[in-house]
């Protein structure tokens, strides 16, 4: 059971807006900046925002991201078919100390 | 250009012991934190350890305090995990990944290739 949960599956047209959320509690997200990751098949995972709405260089401006209290959002504007893939949100707890995942979501873009 | 390459993954046997390694190089290893973040087989990611730039700082997950112990030697420009105690659950992909501020435990902006490490009899 992962501390920050995700739903297991997302999908949608490339003429669409597809969000993934992320919920957590006071002590991880409603404290602490969330980051998403985009992880492709067989690969390591990816950064695509950080700061809970920053992307870094080279990240498409179709992603993007957002927060309010406890929970989190990523949403992807006309996802692609090279966007399939498994994303997962993250942030630092401080209960745990230590950083703390989201389950990941599965983007099926059809 | 900044690259991880992550190595020492193997075969080892329950409740055995197995030490992972992380090279570092193109950025300044002694001003960022890093952290090892697993991925058990089919499974999404865990966050396992991580340790300040200077090595003074190291925080676990429950899953692996205790048993795992992360290091690093910043004149080599390497971090290690020391795992002993090694459970069938700890089956993984080991990935080492950087912080991408000085002085920041997250978000991690570069991963190395990753370790596979498989606890079985």
């Known amino acids: 059971q992962s501390v920050l949960t995700q739903p297991p599956s997302a999908s949608g047209t490339p003429g669409q807006r597809v969000t993934i959320s992320c919920s957590g509690s006071?002590?991880?997200?409603?404290?602490?900046?969330v980051n998403w990751y985009q992880q492709l098949p067989g690969t390591a995972p990816k950064l695509l925002i950080y700061r809970s709405d920053r992307r870094p260089s080279g990240v498409p401006d179709r992603f993007s991201g957002s927060k309010s209290g406890t929970s989190a959002s990523l949403a992807i504007s006309g996802p692609r078919s090279e966007d399939e893939a498994d994303y997962y949100c993250?942030?630092?707890?401080?209960?745990?100390?230590?950083?703390?995942f989201g389950g990941g979501t599965k983007l099926t873009v059809l | 250009e900044v690259q991880l390459v992550d190595s020492g993954g193997g075969l080892v046997q329950p409740g055995g012991s197995l030490r992972l390694s992380c090279a570092a190089s193109g950025f300044t290893f002694s001003d960022y934190a890093m952290s090892w973040v697993r991925q058990a087989p089919g499974k999404g990611l865990e966050w396992v350890s991580g340790?300040?730039?200077?090595?003074?700082?190291?925080f676990y997950a429950d899953s692996v305090k205790g048993r795992f112990t992360i290091s690093r030697d910043n004149s080599k420009n390497m971090l290690n995990l020391q795992m002993s105690s090694l459970r069938a659950e700890d089956t993984a992909v080991y990935y080492c990944?950087?912080?991408?501020?000085?002085?920041?435990?997250?978000?991690?902006?570069?991963w190395g290739q990753g370790a596979l490490v498989t606890v079985s009899s």
């Open positions: 993250a942030a630092w707890d401080d209960s745990l100390s230590g950083g703390v």
């Open positions: 990944a950087k912080g991408m501020h000085s002085g920041g435990w997250l978000p991690f902006d570069y």
């Open positions: 340790i300040s730039g200077s090595g003074g700082s190291a």
């Open positions: 006071s002590s991880n997200i409603g404290n602490n900046y």
